[in-house]
Each structure stands twice: as structure tokens, then as C-alpha cells.
């Protein structure tokens, strides 16, 4: 199963190509442009540099959020276009899981994406790998940093990824002290989508371009103000 997957759900733009488990190619990228001006051009370059083409593809994976909400509708307007055209399978993977599983090698056995959602807020959720999965131990979504953060089970180590360590290090280590891990993984994700996207797609659990919805958590600044 070919797939294209890719992420553009924080500042982080990823476009990745495999082939069943197969990591074909990946192309990563962190600058001051916006994710559309270059997101396009990634995608043609890609399947260029390996002999193909959108209609030679099974299907599709991106990640639906939770992020910046603009960077959100990028990717899914992206993949919406490219299924509908295709009239390929589309699978929507959460970005907090896709993060959770670049620790899949790590030792320890709680892993916790942590996403700086501005407004003294955190996307984020707790997991644990079983049967080869990641369970959810605390389910992903918007929340207040100490009210998160309050929850874990401090008597356990935990491993953190994710743009708001930085920001909140201090706090989490207040927390969890010795038990706080923090991995220094790169934070692009464009791999760990097409794996996650590659299940849900052979499980048939795919939906069309029109289909697709995106996983915000909470509302855009543009529906605060209504």
C-alpha cells in the first residue's frame, strides 16, 4: 500500500511517502513561510523524485489537529483535493498521537505529547504502548497546564515531546521532579502520520475527501468573538 501522508498542523510542515511500513522518502521543513506557499511544490517534488503520480497511490493520511488552526485547514484542504480527485481513501490521524508514537523505541512506558496551544493553554494527552497500540490513559485535548499537568501519575516516568516543554519545563518538572523525561526527537511527524494513517486505511476504516474533519478541541479565535 502506497501512501501519501503529511503534517502541517504546527510550524513543523512534513510530507512523507511509504510503501506499506516502508519509509520511501520524507521531506521536513521549519521556516517563516507558510505551509501553503510550500506545501504543493513539496508534494510534486516528492512523488517526482520517485516515479509517481497522485492516481498511483492507495491512499492518503494527514494529520486533522489538534494545532494551528490555519495550518489545520492547509494540510486537510490539501488531502481533501487530492482523495476527491483520486477518488482514494483518506485517513485523519491525531497529531498528539502521531508525536506520542516518535517515542515507540523509547524504554519508557508513558508518553505524553504536549502542544503549545497559546492562550496559557495545552493541547495534550497521557499514553501507554499495549498490544502494540497506544492507549489513551488520559484522553487528548485542551487544557489548562496545571489542571493537566495535576493528573498525571507523578509516581511514574513519563516522556514529553512537543513545542510546549520548553515553555512549560520548569512546571513539569515541579510536578513530576526525576520522574519528567524529555526526548530531544525532532518534532516533524510526517512518518509516524503515513504509519498511523497506513492502519486505519488497511482496517478499512478510511473516509473520502469530503469526509474529512478536522480535531480542533476548542474553538478558533474567529468563533470566540461571535
Do not use: W
Not at 502541517?8 to 506499506?20: I, K
Not at 502494540?132 to 514529553?160: M, Q, T
Amino acid at each position: 500500500m502506497r501512501i501519501l501522508s503529511l503534517d502541517t498542523t504546527t510550524g513543523c510542515g512534513s510530507v512523507a511517502l511509504l510503501d506499506n511500513a516502508r519509509l520511501l522518502a520524507e521531506i521536513n521543513a521549519e521556516s517563516g513561510l507558510t505551509h501553503s506557499a510550500r506545501l504543493l511544490r513539496t508534494v510534486d517534488f516528492l512523488l517526482k523524485k520517485n516515479g509517481l503520480e497522485i492516481k498511483d497511490l492507495d491512499g492518503f493520511a494527514v494529520a486533522a489537529g489538534p494545532g494551528s488552526f490555519t495550518g489545520i485547514r492547509i494540510g486537510l484542504s490539501t488531502i481533501k483535493a487530492f482523495a476527491f480527485a483520486s477518488r482514494k481513501p483518506a485517513a485523519p490521524v491525531s497529531t498528539l498521537t502521531a508525536l506520542a508514537l516518535k517515542l515507540r523505541e523509547t524504554q519508557g512506558r508513558l508518553f505524553c505529547p504536549f502542544l503549545d496551544a497559546k492562550k496559557g493553554e495545552v493541547y495534550a494527552a497521557l499514553y501507554e504502548p499495549r498490544d502494540r497500540e497506544l492507549k489513551a490513559v488520559i484522553g487528548e485535548g485542551a487544557y489548562g497546564p496545571d489542571a493537566f499537568l495535576s493528573a498525571l501519575p507523578a509516581h511514574r516516568v513519563i516522556h514529553f515531546i512537543g513545542d510546549a516543554v520548553d515553555v512549560y519545563r520548569e512546571r513539569i518538572q515541579a510536578y513530576l521532579k526525576d520522574n519528567a523525561r524529555f526526548s530531544s526527537r525532532s518534532l516533524f511527524i510526517g512518518h509516524e502520520v503515513g504509519l498511523l494513517g497506513q492502519e486505519i486505511l488497511k482496517k478499512g476504516r478510511g473516509v473520502s475527501g469530503e469526509a474529512l474533519e478536522p480535531l480542533y478541541y476548542r474553538k478558533s479565535q474567529a468563533e470566540d468573538k461571535k
